[in-house]
Every structure is written in structure tokens, then in C-alpha cells.
């Protein structure tokens, strides 16, 4: 059973209401180092639910997306091999300042920050796009910057003991300047500095490059730095006056930058630090989702297999911080959908409400405004393999536009192979060895009997006749489809047509 009777966003956004001040600003972001990873999704839908429902409660909110397209690119992708020659010499480089192999966007980040925001268009997520490295050229950084560089030895000591290290490398300094000479990012070092400039060695070896040897020096104000992560973050949330902001499980383990985060608020800048709220993993079938070891499908795939507001669904209805287990194979589908169904015609205003409907009912409110189809998909399933014409499947279950909304998907699902073995088949008359007892009761079968009249018929008639109802239901789909097992005998007999299924055992 179920302790907590509410939805994490009630939980959450109260929280938020209770503890700060309006407008309430959510802020979220992501590395655009490669094509977005099924597990980003998180990044930006549980901000966007958070901020629906607080709108939808008439609060003022702000919801900030931030892309890190200043961060150090540090690896070419597997997916981007064929490029590989044309990215190695810019490793290093922040990723504003590496070109677009794709030669589509101005760089590299962009192209794939670009990506991630056809992704939120889809999703129907609108934040407020920000980028990292206009920030810091606008200065927005440089206040933070200066209060870090004063501030360095109980910047160091907070650093070290939040992200359990017991001593950080002596060069250890907020800034990671830009080197003037190769632009690398990731391999230079601060030698000297005061709250308005810094010198520097681009010299550090990071395994994947080198440091070119350049010594130089800039002024802050001229924006070729960036800081170091654990203190980005925080400040990150200072530029933006953040209320609320999430990240995965591994941030907010022990040791992790969510600790940091806490300790940079609490004994740096001296005031209560946003509210921190974790996310699980996304799974699929137990696993978490690794390009690397082939483990999931890509975003782009999902996307065509899964309407988008099934996939906010499949992510808003469990807790916040559990695993999310995303698999659009077999009857996991088929049940997700049935289950997203059954949520839009939960009445919140019932007494009886349970707590598992009542979270329902709120996933489903977050992942849609209506909804876009009436017929269930293993109707919709099953009538498409009996009658193929998407405009007679529309018609027969009275759902045109619905059947049309879901057709892309329904196709991208049965070319991958994802139906369940019962939903492939054909109507495939068979005569069977012994077709009395399939005559018998094809005789029963009465014009207007529906789905559950004619599947309780079955049991009734293998009662009376001393047949094992598992063994009569085979004999049946034998004569039907020529297989052991199709989908429910009742759905079928009612799509074919009773009538239809009467002459054809009789003509047998």
C-alpha cells in the first residue's frame, strides 16, 4: 500500500510555495556534448510538470532552461565516429568554440542544444532557452567570479570537504580560463590572480589532450573564463534567483554537487539554498539506458514509437525519485496505454477515491491538455490487422481523427516487431480435424451479441460439453487464424462480425 496519498508535484510545489517567495523561478539545464540521451527527458519534463501545476494553481512562475554549451568537450560521441578526424583537434575547446561537423549550426553545443529544443517542442515544454557561454559574456558571471577569487582558501575547503576529497591538486583555483593561443578550456591553470584578473598555464594534461605551454593573463571583465563546476552550479542558481531546481540520483549521493551546492549557500553566500529535489534513472527492462553498452533506444526513436504525452505519463505517474522503467515492447506498451486511458476517466471528485487513481488522475492533468484518441490500442491493434485500411479501422471504431493520431505510431511499432505474438495475425479460416464441437457453438453465436456475451459463451459451451476452455480456445483460434492464440476470443468474434464468423465455420 501506498503511504502518500498525493502526487510528488503537490508535494513538491507546496513545498515551494511554503518556503519561497513569488515569482517562483525552476531552473534545469544540460551538457549539449552529444545527441540528448533518453534519460535527459528528465531534465526538463519534471520542471515543466512543476511549473504547470503551479500555473494551473495561479502562481507566477519562470522556468529557465539552461544549456552548459561553455563546458569542455571532452569526447567524440560513437554516433559522430565518421567525424572523428575533424573533432579530435578541438577536444578541449569549450563546446561553443567547436565546429559543427553537420556544418548546420554555428557549433557544435548549438547543434545539439538545438536538437534538445525540438525535442521540448514535441513534448510541448517551452522554458526560457538560456545558453551558458552568452551568460558569462554578459557578465552574469562575474560577480560570482570575483567573490570566489576572494574568497579562495574557504572556496578550496568547502569544495574539497562537500565533495569528500581530502585534499584538492594545489593548483586548484574557481577559474578555468581560455587559453588565447589553442582556445582549450580543460587543460589550463590559474598562477596567479586578484578579484579582477588572473594569469594562467594552458599546461594540464586531461588524458583525451594536452595543454599547448601558453602562458597568459586576462581580466575578468573580459569574459574568457568559466567556473569550475561545483561552483558553477550555485551561481547558476544566483544569476536566475532560483526556487527550485532537480537532478539525477547521482548529483544528490553522498559526496555529490548537490553537497556542494548546499555547502557554497550555507557557509559562502550565507542564505537558504533553492529546494533540491532528485529524479531516478529511466530504465528499459530493468537497465538503465547506456548508449554506450547498447542498453534503450534513442530519444528520436522513443518519440516515434510512444506519443509524447504517454511518455510524460509513463515518467509523472511514479514517484519522483523512483526508477522509471520506459519499454515499448509487448504488452508493456499495451498496458501503458490501457493505463493512461483508464487515468483520463478517473473522477477526482470522488469520495472514493483511491491514491493510486487520485496520482493518476494528476499525471495524466500534467502530460496533456485532452485527449487525442477514444478507441483503445488493442482495438485499434487488432481491427488493423483484420481490415489493414486505417480509414476502415477509424470507421469501424468510430475514432477517425484518434486512429489518425496514432497510426505513425502504431506502424514504427509493428515494423519494429514490438506486438505481442497474439496481435500478429490474419483472419485465416482453417478447417480443423474435428469441427463439430466449433459448429456447435458457431451455431449459438446470436446477432448482437457483444465482446463479453460471446466470451462467457465459450466457457459456458466447453462446460456443458466436457472441454478444458483452454483447449477449446485453441481449437477456436485454429479455425479463425490458423494459429494457438490470437487476441481475446470475445474482441475477435465481435471485430469480425458474428455473422461473418457464424457462415464461415458453417461453410467449413
Not at 88 to 96: E, N, S
Not at 149 to 170: C, D, F, G, M, Y
Not at 416 to 433: D, L, M, N, R, V
Amino acid at each position: 500500500m501506498e503511504k502518500e496519498p498525493r502526487h510528488w508535484v503537490e508535494i513538491l510545489s507546496d513545498r515551494i510555495v511554503a518556503e519561497k517567495e513569488e515569482p517562483y523561478i525552476i531552473t534545469s539545464g544540460i551538457t549539449t556534448s552529444g545527441s540528448l540521451h533518453v534519460g535527459t527527458l528528465c531534465e526538463f519534463l519534471f520542471s515543466s510538470a512543476i511549473e504547470k501545476y503551479l500555473k494551473e494553481k495561479g502562481y507566477r512562475t519562470e522556468f529557465h532552461f539552461i544549456a552548459d554549451i561553455y563546458d569542455a568537450f571532452d569526447a567524440v560521441p560513437i554516433n559522430l565516429g565518421k567525424y572523428e578526424k575533424e573533432l579530435t583537434p578541438h577536444l578541449g575547446k569549450p563546446l561553443c568554440n567547436v565546429p559543427d561537423p553537420a556544418g548546420c549550426h554555428e557549433s557544435y553545443g548549438e547543434h545539439f542544444f538545438s536538437e534538445a529544443i525540438d525535442v521540448m517542442k514535441i513534448l510541448e515544454v517551452s522554458p526560457k532557452l538560456e545558453r551558458a557561454n552568452q551568460l558569462y559574456t554578459e557578465g552574469r558571471f562575474d560577480s560570482f567570479a570575483r567573490f570566489f577569487l576572494r574568497n579562495h582558501e574557504e572556496a578550496k575547503r568547502i569544495v574539497s570537504e562537500s565533495s569528500l576529497k581530502q585534499e584538492l591538486p594545489a593548483e586548484w583555483n574557481a577559474l578555468m580560463p581560455v587559453c588565447q593561443n589553442c582556445g582549450r578550456i580543460a587543460t589550463t591553470i590559474v598562477t596567479e590572480f586578484d578579484e579582477n584578473s588572473y594569469s594562467y598555464k594552458d599546461v594540464k594534461d586531461v588524458k583525451y589532450t594536452k595543454g599547448c605551454g601558453y602562458e597568459g593573463e586576462n581580466k575578468l571583465s573580459d569574459h574568457k573564463y568559466k567556473l569550475t563546476w561545483r561552483l558553477h552550479w550555485p551561481s547558476w542558481m544566483e544569476v536566475f534567483r532560483t526556487s527550485v531546481e532537480g537532478a539525477g540520483v547521482d548529483h544528490h549521493t553522498r559526496g555529490g554537487s548537490w553537497d556542494t551546492v548546499l555547502a557554497v549557500y550555507k557557509q559562502l553566500f550565507e542564505k537558504e539554498p533553492p529546494i533540491g529535489y532528485k529524479f531516478g534513472f529511466i530504465l528499459l527492462r530493468g537497465k538503465k539506458y547506456s548508449k554506450s553498452k547498447g542498453i534503450g533506444l534513442g530519444v528520436t526513436d522513443i518519440l516515434e514509437l510512444i506519443p509524447p504525452e504517454l511518455i510524460k505519463y509513463s515518467l509523472f505517474r511514479p514517484g519522483i525519485e523512483e526508477n522509471k522503467d520506459i519499454d515499448p515492447t509487448g504488452y508493456n506498451l499495451m498496458k501503458l496505454f490501457d493505463d493512461y486511458m483508464y487515468a483520463s476517466k478517473v473522477d477526482m471528485s470522488s469520495k472514493e477515491l483511491s491514491k493510486a487513481d487520485r496520482k493518476k488522475a494528476i499525471a495524466f492533468s500534467l502530460s496533456t491538455g485532452k485527449m487525442q484518441w477514444k478507441a483503445s490500442f488493442a482495438d485499434l491493434l487488432m481491427y488493423k490487422q483484420l481490415y489493414g485500411s486505417w480509414g476502415k479501422v477509424g470507421e469501424l471504431l468510430k475514432d477517425p481523427e484518434g486512429v489518425q493520431y496514432l497510426k505513425p505510431y502504431v506502424e514504427k511499432w509493428i515494423a519494429e516487431e514490438f506486438a505481442p505474438e497474439e496481435y500478429s495475425f490474419s483472419f485465416q479460416p482453417t478447417k480443423q480435424a474435428d469441427m463439430k464441437p466449433i459448429k456447435e457453438f458457431a451455431a449459438r453465436l446470436k446477432d448482437g451479441m457483444n465482446a463479453l456475451d460471446i466470451h462467457n459463451l465459450v466457457f459456458e459451451f466447453s462446460k456443458e460439453k466436457g472441454i478444458r476452455p483452454e483447449e477449446f480456445f485453441i481449437q477456436l483460434y485454429r479455425a479463425l487464424l490458423n494459429k494457438d492464440k490470437g487476441p481475446r476470443m470475445g474482441k475477435l468474434i465481435e471485430a469480425v462480425g458474428v455473422s461473418k464468423v457464424r457462415e464461415t465455420i458453417e461453410g467449413m
